[in-house]
């Protein structure tokens, strides 16, 4: 009688060892998953593509935006994620309020394969306070533009682009990088259609 306690006793205990192992391993894969330089989710263009598409977007507007110029120019696009996210549109707005005034560049999670092959880079964002969030600071931050050609294109109510893309261009000529003006996508996609034809960027 001993001797199968024992034995249920040692099952049982196997049991709970596994189950603990499993959920261990669980979390450590979640925390992964949020560390810095994760790397990027790569919507593929042309094989040979060295136009590169970065975008961040909080509601999906500049996502819809960064598809439709993908659809375009068949360049890769990758989409730009800060480690720590952005919790809704409120903690967004007195977060990103906070960083612009501080100067804070928030760690980048996306780390972008082979950037060195892309000799063309559009940087997609939504304008907060009259300029790019914070985040796209820490892309120049974090690599290097230098020889590269950087084209911005921003999402807003009313904004025009004029007032973000003086930044951008700061942060391209520091780095040695060209720029071309951008444009403010606010669903009007023949604009954008003839603003890619005039920068070649058409399929």
């Not at 975008?55 to 993908?70: C, D, M, N, R, V």
Request: glycine share 6%; with cysteine.
């Amino acid at each position: 009688m001993k001797y199968w306690k024992k034995i249920v006793t040692f099952l049982g205990l196997g049991l709970l060892l596994v189950l603990f192992t499993s959920a261990c391993s669980r979390t450590t894969g979640s925390k992964s998953a949020s560390k810095p330089n994760t790397p990027a989710k790569v919507s593929k263009g042309n094989k040979n593509s060295k136009t590169l598409i970065l975008y961040f977007s909080l509601s999906g507007t500049t996502k819809g935006a960064a598809e439709y110029i993908h659809k375009q120019t068949g360049a890769d696009m990758i989409r730009l994620h800060p480690k720590t996210p952005y919790k809704g549109y409120d903690n967004a707005a007195s977060r990103g309020d906070r960083e612009r005034r501080r100067n804070i560049h928030p760690a980048l999670a996306t780390k972008i394969p082979n950037f060195s092959k892309y000799t063309t880079v559009l940087i997609g964002y939504p304008t907060w306070w009259q300029r790019p969030p914070m985040l796209i600071h820490t892309l120049f931050d974090d690599y290097n533009f230098k020889g590269k050609t950087v084209i911005p294109f921003t999402t807003s109510m009313s904004t025009p682009i004029s007032a973000s893309e003086k930044v951008i261009k700061q942060l391209a000529q520091e780095d040695g990088a060209k720029f071309k003006n951008g444009i403010r996508y606010d669903d009007n996609d023949s604009q954008v259609k003839k603003w890619l034809q005039n920068l070649g960027l058409t399929e």
